[in-house]
């Protein structure tokens, strides 16, 4: 069975403080992963697709990174305004197109 | 810069009672889908929609819902008699070709049934 595992639960860092979010899955061949952003009480919002091990994606303080097992959501000199849940989602190989997520790392960063 | 649109933002309903969530999906896209999350619950897949047809569906997914295209831009999911259990946040999604292009989400309709 397809599997999609995030950690840790909770992130809280300090503005400015560096840290990775991870995300790892069990596919029979995975077809790609995605990254999105979650805001409280808001629809996840698009961040990065990656579709092969050693793919990475850069979008401002955030890069993603896969591997054959995981993928790393780093953050760089994180600002509050990155507070947020991250989510991971596979997409199931039986499938086209159906989305499994991971229960997400919630981020708070503090000023 | 294009979006999905859903209304209403929340919807309190009676137990027992239907109720329609509506969405407007991005213009070109060609895929639809609805996933819901429970109140501090993982995003879960429900139905997808192509070609006028339910693609595919999950277990939750019962006779009690359905999902419907009425005309050329809106996407339906009814929930014939809503369950207690029915209460979460339903999102409708849409991407513009099969395979591994992202999906773009709406905000979502909070749905609370009493």
């Known amino acids: 069975e397809d599997q999609v595992t995030q950690s840790p639960e909770a992130l809280r860092l300090q503005e400015g403080e560096s840290s990775s979010l991870n995300c790892s899955y069990t596919v029979s061949g995975l077809r790609g992963l995605f990254w999105y952003r979650q805001d409280p009480g808001k629809g996840p919002e698009f961040l990065f697709t990656?579709?092969?091990a050693g793919e990475e994606k850069e979008k401002e303080r955030l890069k993603a990174t896969l591997t054959k097992k995981e993928s790393f959501l780093h953050i760089t000199a994180p600002k509050p305004e990155d507070s947020a849940t991250y989510l991971c989602?596979?997409?199931?190989?039986?499938?086209?197109?159906?989305?499994?997520f991971g229960e997400g790392t919630q981020l708070t960063v503090n000023p | 810069e294009p979006e999905v649109t859903q209304t209403p933002s929340h919807q309190v309903t009676q137990m027992g009672q239907e109720v329609i969530l509506r969405c407007v999906p991005i213009?070109?896209?060609?895929?639809f889908y609805w996933y819901r999350q429970i109140l501090g619950q993982k995003v879960e897949f429900l139905v997808s929609?192509?070609?006028?047809?339910?693609?595919?569906k999950s277990e939750i997914f019962d006779d009690q819902f359905s999902v419907e295209r009425p005309d050329g831009s809106n996407f339906t999911l009814k929930i014939r008699s809503t369950k207690l259990e029915d209460s979460a946040m339903y999102f409708c999604?849409?991407?513009?070709?099969?395979?591994?292009?992202?999906?773009?989400f709406g905000q979502g309709t909070r749905l609370t049934v009493v």
């Open positions: 213009s070109n896209h060609l895929y």
């Open positions: 990656l579709y092969s």
């Open positions: 989602a596979v997409p199931l190989i039986a499938s086209g197109s159906r989305l499994t």
């Open positions: 929609f192509y070609n006028n047809e339910i693609s595919e």
């Open positions: 999604a849409s991407r513009n070709r099969q395979g591994l292009t992202e999906a773009f």
